[in-house]
């Protein structure tokens, strides 16, 4: 993992550490209900019971307390983002939904610190952070989609499959199946 952070950025996301710590569940609970406000279409690829977004909302939340403690040894994080990237792939996320990610993370950061907390700077080096590991997580997800479809007959018909359920609206797929038969 040659990807690495400005001493700057660095420091600022150690420091909002403590602060994650705090509200935990705050930052997962209302990151999520962010997600499914803006993209209800993805609420199926997460659980549906009450106790299972809770253990989700706090994974989320520790992943980013995680993040910030780490973010100056990123090489730390490899065994968390090979068992995540394996179930992103397995779930069809795409490149596209991290940018998308990153905006409600930040919105979301910005609502439970306070805008005195989450300042331009803050901000920043948050982005920073987040899209430096999206990029890392792009491409293991990327190498694992690769080795998965040399490796297995069945992986690119279900790949797709789960690709085209978790990037458009029943909707659009209902529009699509439509067109494409009538």
């Not at 950025?9 to 499914?36: D, H, M, S, W």
Request: some cysteine; charged content about 25%.
């Amino acid at each position: 993992m040659a990807a690495t952070l400005s001493q700057k950025t660095t420091e600022i996301l150690q420091i909002c550490k403590p602060l994650l710590e705090e509200n935990k569940e705050a930052v997962g609970e209302t990151f999520y209900r962010k997600l499914f406000e803006q993209h209800p279409e993805v609420r199926g690829l997460f659980s549906r019971s009450d106790e299972g977004m809770k253990r989700q909302s706090l994974n989320l939340a520790n992943a980013l307390v995680d993040f910030t403690a780490n973010c100056h040894q990123l090489e730390q994080l490899l065994p968390f983002v090979e068992r995540v990237s394996s179930r992103h792939v397995a779930l069809g996320v795409q490149p596209e939904h991290y940018p998308v990610v990153g905006g409600i993370l930040l919105d979301t950061l910005e609502e439970v610190l306070g805008g005195e907390v989450v300042t331009q700077e803050v901000r920043e080096a948050i982005a920073e952070g987040y899209f430096l590991l999206a990029d890392i997580f792009i491409a293991t997800e990327k190498k694992k989609r690769e080795e998965s479809i040399s490796k297995e007959p069945g992986y690119l018909r279900t790949y797709f499959f789960k690709t085209i359920v978790a990037s458009m609206s029943l909707g659009l797929v209902l529009k699509w199946v439509a067109g494409a038969i009538f």
